[in-house]
């Protein structure tokens, strides 16, 4: 087993269990405790777990019923509805911004038979996707290419934003609440949406129900700076009736 493929299954097992020991899981996953270690300091890093004394626990701010599966499969129908409704949206001519969540990947499928666009983004899928329409001008953000996933992150395509005035900025987030905004696991996934946000004329919150009201642990997008927020038939309405401010559309 490759570490990429290691570290998404130790993320797995603790989602399930809510705790892992170094010396069952290196038995289990037949590795030593020291490459086992090796992979819990970097998930660590990554804000997917909390390391204990010969184990590790989840966040503290990670939601308890998050199930053990890809973000890809989680809620598929409703991000698949959700990604239609945000490509109602877009117009031809502009310019938008998409970062690498799962949603803006459905986005990005209901886009690519669109005329005329420029779309940025850090995903891998959504620009592959996107670059089979040869009318679809596609901008990759640099960076660096996170483990045991397709998403570009962290800083290095700071200068490449800062030339870009974008129509729409496409973003989603493991939770949002009014109180901490837009929050995501990886603090480095989180700088960089900040600046994708700034170079955006609108911000488009694509979540389904299970994001709302929930808080993870680097805010990304201050609830603020929330234009539009797109999200599913099963949302908390009373939640919804709270956001002041916020234009909210439920797509069905």
Known sequence: MFSPQRRETIVQLLQEKKQIVVKELAKQLNVSEGTLRTDLKILEEEGALERTHGGAILPRTHVADHRA?????LNREEKKRIGQAAAALVRPGQCV?????????????????YDYLTVVTN?????????????????????????????IEGLLGKSILSDIHADLFFTSAE???LEA???????????LKK???????RVVAMLDYTKLNRRSIATSVK???VHTLIT??????????RLSGIEVIVAK
Not at 134 to 139: G, Q
Not at 140 to 148: E, F, Q, W
Not at 181 to 191: A, H, I, L, P
Not at 232 to 241: G, H, N, Q, S, T
Request: proline share 2%; no cysteine.
């Open 69 to 73: 599966s890809s973000r890809s499969d």
């Open 181 to 191: 905004g837009m929050t995501d696991f990886s603090v480095y996934e989180s700088e």
């Open 175 to 177: 939770g949002f609440s």
């Open 195 to 201: 600046l994708m946000a700034e170079n955006a004329g």
């Open 223 to 225: 609830a603020a700076q």
């Open 123 to 151: 995903g891998i899928e959504a620009a592959l996707e996107l670059n089979r329409n040869p009318r679809i001008n596609v901008i990759m953000i640099g960076g660096v290419l996170r483990p045991s996933s397709r998403t």
């Open 97 to 113: 911004i998409l970062d690498a969540s799962s949603t803006a990947l459905e986005l990005s499928r209901h886009l690519v038979d």
């Open 232 to 241: 599913d038939a099963k949302a908390d309405a009373a939640f919804l009736r």
